[in-house]
T-cell receptor, first 111, second 112 residues
């Protein structure tokens, strides 16, 4: 699986959009971009994933650049409960392909 | 989405003993995995739990230390054997669903 690079930490004001970047410059054509988050003392929670088109769900939006070498997770209106470590993972879809976690970005939402 | 439960949620054990962690998923998943998360660190994949056969271990993890069973599609166990304080970690069970992968709440293990 391709590796990802994320900033180790970020702050965001409550109510503002949180934009979390991820670089995956060696991503291959059949690898998806997945985002998970881990709130302290809990298991990782799935947020969103995409291949090349931008995606949106009730939690977040995922913007993938045209060359697919980077992506941004957007939390449109961050709340204190969004404080967590956010992991960007790239992997080939389908069975037999494990999720390997990088170091992630620790997001702190500030009141 | 799959709901994954683990037992126990936490335990404090003496060195040299073993602990078995149980994982139950509420729906059939195609694959199950075990991860370790050491204090302040990211998740590290230990192994893939294969139904009815030996688990597939990642580099650095061996069956004698982390025996794994998966007798059916929805249940798996991980044993941490002959524990030392370095085994103090959170151990997480994970299941692959049709769209993505889901994680249990973790078992927080402290070895004294």
């Amino acid at each position: 699986d391709a590796k990802t690079t994320q900033p180790p930490s970020m702050d965001c004001a409550e109510g503002r959009a949180a934009n979390l970047p991820c670089n995956h410059s060696t991503i291959s054509g059949n690898e998806y971009v997945y985002w998970y988050r881990q709130i302290h003392s809990q298991g990782p929670q799935y947020i969103i994933h995409g291949l090349k088109n931008n995606e949106t769900n009730e939690m977040a939006s995922l913007i993938i650049t045209e060359d697919r070498k980077s992506s941004t997770l957007i939390l449109p209106h961050a709340t204190l409960r969004d404080t967590a470590v956010y992991y960007c993972i790239v992997r080939v879809a389908g069975t037999g392909n494990q999720f390997y976690f990088g170091t992630g970005t620790s997001l702190t939402v500030i009141p | 989405s799959a709901v994954i439960s683990q037992k126990p949620s936490r335990d404090i054990c003496q060195r040299g003993t073993s602990l078995t962690i149980q994982c139950q998923v509420d729906s059939q998943v195609t694959m199950m995995f075990w991860y370790r998360q050491q204090p302040g660190q990211s998740l590290t994949l230990i192994a893939t739990a294969n139904q009815g056969s030996e688990a597939t271990y990642e580099s650095g993890f061996v069956i004698d230390k982390f025996p794994i069973s998966r007798p059916n599609l929805t249940f798996s166990t991980l044993t941490v054997s002959n524990m030392s304080p370095e085994d103090s970690s959170i151990y997480l069970c994970s299941g692959r669903g049709p769209d993505t992968q889901y994680f249990g709440p973790g078992t927080r293990l402290t070895v004294l």
